[in-house]
């Protein structure tokens, strides 16, 4: 009997469950409008050539554009291919970008906030001193993220989220005047009851408490209009880029970011979403290994502004935020202790400036003697692939950390299939055998090192709205190295008899995914 009820239950759940009529729906319109294309061309010889016409003239513009050449590639071929279906996607899904009125409102924010986000020459100057090469990274970022350097802050790493969460909570508990978070997944469980139980209290007694959860990112997680239901509560809530049932790239870019901050001066982010499996209370995928840090201090001003602007963009309001009550400083007059150089960005696609990915470039084209790499997706464009093979080539210690369990099996199988460049080159690349790894951190020379919510995959570093701390001659640098180093003992070192070993339906399967890769 159970053999029976079992798929009857998984059917009833899959048909009541909103990604369901979701994708149903989209499907549907694009089915449509491609029977109209097609139809079109059959319709008349001269419509079939136009089609054609269009197509060759639509390859010409993304062979011309400034971006990823493996974004041209994969859309030339497709278009070229099968013109009418290619140039049809391509119109849809082709071109990361935002509407309109949200990028003129987000500049209009960024303007009215950036004279709160000026660079303490003293504190650059400083770093010169100790290193140049740090300094022009940590330059790039402020120019290019908007972001500066701080001192006066500490930070606390995490090596898993099991970790973070009873420090989360014991700071949600003494918040005193606001409490600010934004999740790209909320899931209900353990992890999120504890804290809305204290964000309700919280706003209960007059703290002011704002949440921003990804729509998409909660398609599966959280009830239609889940709004509403934290609104009841006393607790200010927004959704970003509400997901809906057509056919629009703009669903593309999706707030992956992990922000929480508290009174102005403690906040947290790393690559833990607010679900039980990332606290291991819930077991998806075996043990699941992730990483956050927990700054306190002025940095974490960075962090305030990020949430600030998101929220302004979000509700569209005209409101001119009084800078002033949101500074460290303002809640804890006591001076901050300094532990090196702090500095938290954020990447948007907005611009045309892949931050994320260039901060990553910097630290290896600049490592000295090593670059450990923990990132779930190894996804790489010819940049990063170049300069992992050539930091490598040059004698530099290269490992990468990827899971042994992954969370996406077709995402996992295009991941393995960059191994055997990068094992020719001398990199070294390890599986994590418990579980999925989550963790998203670099780590070099003892000097830097940067930890947030930045995949190596093209969806993470072109599309999505992500952030990271930056850090210099930080305590924690050594924290995110010896956990690295400890992580190694539960890995499988991958070699070359395993990737060669692939047979021909394996391998052809990942050649198509390599050419569809900025795609997915």
Not at 98 to 125: F, H, N, W
Request: proline fraction near 3%; charge should be negative.
């Amino acid at each position: 009997m159970n053999y029976i009820l079992m798929p009857l239950k998984k059917l009833l759940k899959l048909l009541f469950n909103r990604i369901f009529y979701v994708v149903f729906a989209l499907l549907i319109q694009l089915g449509w409008i491609l029977i109209i294309a097609w139809r079109l061309a059959g319709y008349s010889r001269y419509i079939s050539i136009a089609l054609n016409i269009v197509s060759i003239l639509v390859v010409l513009w993304i062979v011309n554009q400034k971006i990823n050449p493996s974004y041209k590639l994969g859309w030339t071929l497709l278009i070229m291919a099968v013109p009418i279906f290619g140039l049809v996607l391509y119109i849809l899904f082709g071109r990361s970008r935002i509407a309109a009125a949200i990028q003129k409102r987000y500049e209009e924010i960024l303007r009215e906030s950036s004279g709160y986000m000026q660079q303490d020459p003293m504190t650059m100057q400083k770093l010169k001193q100790e290193d140049f090469s740090a300094a022009n990274q940590s330059e790039y970022i402020r120019r290019y993220s908007g972001f500066p350097l701080h001192e006066n802050t500490t930070a606390e790493y995490f090596q898993v989220g099991d970790d973070m969460f009873p420090v989360l909570i014991r700071e949600l508990e003494q918040a005193r005047h606001y409490i600010y978070i934004e999740y790209f997944i909320i899931n209900d469980g353990v992890m999120w009851q504890t804290i809305l139980d204290i964000l309700e209290r919280k706003a209960a007694e007059g703290v002011d408490v704002r949440l921003i959860y990804d729509d998409f990112g909660c398609l599966t997680t959280l009830p239609h209009k889940y709004e509403e239901t934290l609104r009841a509560k006393g607790i200010q809530c927004q959704v970003f880029n509400r997901f809906r049932p057509l056919l629009n790239i703009i669903q593309n870019n999706r707030d992956h970011r992990k922000i929480c901050v508290i009174d102005g001066h403690t906040g947290f982010t790393g690559g833990i979403n607010l679900a039980d499996e990332y606290i291991n209370q819930k077991e998806r995928f075996g043990h699941w290994k992730d990483t956050a840090v927990m700054l306190k201090g002025e940095a974490v001003w960075n962090m305030t502004a990020m949430f600030l602007d998101m929220w302004t963009v979000i509700t569209g309001s005209r409101e001119l935020w009084h800078f002033e009550d949101y500074l460290p400083h303002t809640y804890h007059p006591e001076l901050f202790e300094s532990d090196g150089f702090v500095q938290p960005f954020c990447d948007t696609p907005l611009d045309k400036e892949v931050v994320g990915e260039n901060v990553y470039l910097n630290i290896i084209n600049r490592a000295k003697h090593y670059v450990y790499i923990c990132t779930p997706y190894l996804i790489i464009d010819n940049e990063m692939m170049t300069a992992l093979c050539l930091a490598a080539k040059s004698g530099v210690d290269v490992k990468i950390m990827t899971p042994g369990v992954p969370d996406k099996k077709m995402v996992f199988l295009l991941t393995q299939s960059y191994y055997e460049q990068l094992l020719e080159a001398g990199v070294e690349i390890y599986e994590y055998q418990p579980g999925f790894l989550h963790a998203k951190s670099f780590v070099c020379d003892d000097e830097i090192g940067v930890v947030g919510t930045i995949n190596l995959d093209y969806r993470s570093l072109y599309l999505h709205f992500e952030d990271g701390v930056w850090m210099y001659q930080n305590r924690v640098i050594e924290d995110i190295r010896q956990d690295f180093m400890e992580t190694l003992d539960y890995c499988r070192p991958v070699d070359m008899e395993f990737c060669r070993s692939r047979n021909i339906f394996v391998r052809g399967t990942q050649s198509i995914l390599r050419l569809l890769a900025p795609m997915l």
